[in-house]
């Protein structure tokens, strides 16, 4: 079975700095990825995701990953993030054939301050 | 507007009492997902149907059910056997196919078990 690993839990940093959200994934078969962000009491949003191609992604809101199978990671990185960047981001993985099912990682919350 | 709607936003139940979650989708969708958050624990799939009259068990079923009656419509039962049914529950829906597709997400359900 697959699995994905944040183990950063908080990632404080100051506005207009760069920062980087690390996700390492674990499956036995090709993957897909994603990075999904998470506003206060709402639900997800897709930021950007990885299906196949070229190994750097961008997505909304400034935010890139690069998906390296040697290191098996996707890393989320912005080079200078705002305040309203505020927010919990969940990497989540799920598997060729395996019905779009997606297994999420426990999350990093990123709190940007002034 | 299309989308993913999700009621009540906040649900307030006794020890001991069954209580029904909805969810409802205009995307089209073929697939729908229900997932419970915890703080820390990332998402946790409970329950997943990917056509009308059929669904299967997630990673942490045991305790609730679900029907799929209606393409549009995927309400979730969190029953009495549930040992800890306080979360955050969110639903999701995404189209079918051979390649992974984003999971669109509503604005999610807060029980709480008095």
């Known amino acids: 079975a697959q699995s994905v690993t944040q183990l950063d839990s908080q990632v404080p940093v100051f506005e207009e700095a760069p920062v980087e959200l690390r996700c390492n994934y674990s499956?036995?078969?090709?993957?897909?990825l994603f990075w999904y962000v998470q506003y206060p009491n709402q639900g997800l949003q897709l930021l950007l995701k990885y299906l196949s191609g070229s190994t750097l992604v961008k997505g909304i809101n400034g935010f890139e990953a690069e998906f390296n199978k040697s290191q098996t990671s996707f890393h989320l990185r912005k080079p200078s993030v705002h305040i309203s960047d505020t927010a919990e981001y969940f990497c989540?993985?799920?598997?060729?054939?395996?019905?779009?099912?997606?297994?999420f990682g426990t999350g990093t919350q990123l709190k940007v301050e002034l | 507007d299309g989308g993913i709607t999700q009621s009540p936003k906040y649900l307030f139940r006794k020890e001991g009492q069954n209580v029904t979650l909805s969810c409802e989708q205009n995307?089209?969708?073929?697939?729908m997902y229900w997932y419970r958050q915890d703080p820390g624990q990332g998402l946790r799939l409970i329950y997943y149907?990917?056509?009308?009259?059929?669904?299967q068990k997630g990673d942490i079923a045991e305790g609730y059910s679900v029907s799929r009656e209606k393409k549009e419509s995927f309400p979730l039962t969190v029953t009495s056997a549930q040992k800890n049914p306080t979360a955050f529950y969110l639903c999701a829906s995404s189209s079918r196919g051979q390649v992974a597709n984003e999971q669109f997400f509503g604005p999610g359900t807060r029980l709480t078990v008095l």
């Open positions: 499956s036995s078969v090709s993957v897909y």
């Open positions: 149907s990917q056509i009308v009259n059929d669904f």
């Open positions: 995307l089209n969708h073929d697939a």
């Open positions: 989540a993985v799920t598997i060729t054939g395996g019905g779009n099912k997606l297994t």
